[in-house]
């Protein structure tokens, strides 16, 4: 299977929002609600902070959203804080039991 | 609390056997899948393959079918990923992640925990 499309980069000033946008086909994305959403600072272990598109786990703020239509599912991180700055991952199920990644994407706050 | 614990650092030469580990605690290692993922240096995320160790059902990603093993011991909470002979191209971090769900559908991409990771150097 093919990785996900994501944006290489996104920004935003603090207090801004950004939403990075991840885009699959019918096969993954488009085909089921199991998408998540992954960050990752730099030299530490990937962080759930979206799955089955919409839901947030415990302890992730609310500031942290999830969204799909069609073939594309975005992340939108509202009132944006230094802490955010990180890369971002997507991931969906990708039929046959498997999963996919996205090519992530580099959150820089300004 | 939900605990992976990873084997340590390792430096192999191109050939090389390597089975690293992943040891689950404060949950039911049994009834949840464990999923193996790797990042080469500077890249993305990359999935490998899950297992469910209660009966050792394993699902790899065609890109890694054959080029490594997923096995797991549940007498010990343990999950594994083995090469029988590393190339230069296998240096990379690789995590274990455990996904809440026991049906594969979610759990092939929702990972609530995930291991410090174990970096994997291969160089003659």
């Known amino acids: 299977q093919s990785a996900l499309t994501q944006p290489p980069s996104a920004s935003g000033s603090p207090g801004q929002s950004v939403t990075i946008s991840c885009t699959g086909t019918s096969s993954d994305v488009g085909g089921y609600n199991y998408v998540s959403w992954y960050q990752q600072h730099p030299g530490k272990a990937p962080r759930l902070m979206i799955y089955?598109?919409?839901k947030r786990p415990s302890g992730v703020p609310d500031r942290f959203s999830g969204s799909k239509s069609g073939s594309t599912a975005s992340l939108t991180v509202s009132g944006l804080q230094a802490e955010d700055e990180a890369d971002y991952y997507c991931?969906?199920?990708?039929?046959?039991?498997?999963?996919?990644f996205g090519t992530g994407t580099k959150v820089t706050v300004l | 609390e939900v605990q992976l614990v990873q084997s340590g650092a390792e430096v192999k030469k191109p050939g090389e056997s390597l089975k690293i580990s992943c040891q689950g605690s404060g949950y039911s290692f049994t009834t949840s899948w464990i999923g193996w993922v790797r990042q080469m240096p500077g890249k993305g995320l990359e999935w490998m393959g899950i297992?469910?160790?209660?009966?050792?059902?394993?699902i790899y990603s065609p890109s890694f079918q054959g080029q490594v093993t997923i096995s797991a011991d549940k007498s010990i909470s343990t999950a594994y990923l083995q090469w029988s002979s590393l190339r230069a191209s296998d240096t990379a971090m690789y995590y274990c992640?455990?996904?809440?769900?026991?049906?594969?559908?979610?759990?092939?991409?929702?990972?609530?925990?995930w291991g410090q990771g174990t970096l994997v150097a291969v160089s003659s």
């Open positions: 089955e598109v919409t």
């Open positions: 991931a969906s199920y990708a039929g046959g039991h498997m999963g996919v």
């Open positions: 992640a455990r996904s809440p769900y026991r049906g594969a559908f979610a759990a092939s991409c929702t990972f609530d925990n």
């Open positions: 297992i469910f160790p209660d009966d050792s059902d394993t």
